[in-house]
């Protein structure tokens, strides 16, 4: 079985949902949840559910959070290598009435210590995987330090609009990479107008020694492109729960079937499917045999 270590960001997130349209600057009658999160233990979570050998790297405060994560992470044998720090980063997202996020602030300046000697300590076990996957909260000399020490087939979420400028230094060393339509605009200089400019898009990234683009555009769809292919296709109507977390469902799908050699687009608009109907940050009751059949069902 392959392995697959996931390097970044684990926070608890803190959902607010309004009962009606939101009124801004007042107070707006809803409900809030809370769930699991991060960008790098979504895809973790995703993956070891779909019965990947996936372990992840992150920080973790002394707190209840982080028990609240490791019990988690037992549960659906999801390997942690964790770095301790004072308290467990956390994200709070205020959505709108139709359960899209409207806001969201990410305190997780804890990522911090995510540093290179915390990836340094834990070479033997970055070596030992088939697969290494990361978000774009580590830092700039983190990142370096990654790219240039491993050589294994590394996919890398973009995570906003802020961070994405991150990689552009790295690209050529990036086998797969994810971004929704703002970040790649950020990452490319290139404004989207028509379903051309994804493909320029896709070959700029591809010129830059990228292997595999994934460009998700929301309710409109999701564009991919390799070396041999360029294919569009538009999004599943499916009533909304919660998009956070979708985007990072996506690309573990795309993961997942790079891993097992099946169609990446297919899989990854499966997962996101599936986690749309769900309240929670990760699909709740995924495995492989469900998103197996999702793919199938919606003729992917």
């Known amino acids: 079985m392959k392995k697959v270590v996931v390097i970044g960001g684990t926070n608890i997130d803190i959902f607010a949902y309004p009962h009606q349209k939101i009124v ?28 990947i050998d996936t372990t992840l790297i992150t920080v973790l405060g002394k707190d209840e959070a982080a028990n609240w994560v490791k019990t988690e992470s037992e549960i659906i044998h999801l390997k942690l290598s964790v770095i301790d720090v004072e308290t467990t980063p956390s994200y709070i997202a205020i959505f709108d009435e139709f359960k899209e996020d409207l806001v969201s602030i990410a ?18 076990l970055i070596e030992n995987a088939d697969v290494l996957v990361m978000d774009t909260n580590l830092s700039h000399e983190t990142m370096d ?4 020490q491993f050589k294994q087939m590394i996919f890398v979420d973009a995570i906003s609009s ?10 050529s060393k990036i086998y797969g990479l994810k971004l929704n339509l703002i970040e ?16 320029k898009m896709g070959d700029m990234l591809l010129e830059r020694g990228v ?22 296709r538009n999004a599943i109507p499916v009533k909304i729960k919660n998009s956070i977390g979708a985007g990072d469902a996506f690309f573990a799908g795309a993961i997942y079937a790079n891993i097992n050699n099946l169609n ?22 995924l495995t492989k045999d469900i998103l197996e059949r999702t793919v199938r069902e919606l003729n992917l």
């Open 184 to 199: 790649a605009e950020l990452l490319t200089g290139i404004t989207y107008e028509k379903m051309d400019d994804l493909n």
């Open 145 to 148: 330090f990654v790219f240039n």
């Open 264 to 285: 990446p687009l297919s899989f990854a608009m499966g997962n996101a499917v599936l986690n749309l109907s769900d309240e929670k940050a990760v699909y709740s009751k």
């Open 24 to 51: 801004m600057r007042d107070s707006n009658p809803g409900y809030i949840s809370t769930s699991l999160g991060g960008v790098g233990r979504n895809i973790s979570e995703n993956l070891a559910r779909l019965g």
């Open 162 to 171: 802020q961070k994405v400028i991150k990689i552009k230094p790295f690209l």
């Open 211 to 232: 292997k595999e683009v994934f460009i998700t555009l929301g309710d409109q769809g999701a564009y991919y492109t390799n070396l041999r292919e360029a294919v569009f």
């Open 107 to 124: 305190a997780m300046d804890q990522l911090a210590a995510l540093d290179k000697e915390e990836i340094m300590k834990r070479k033997n």
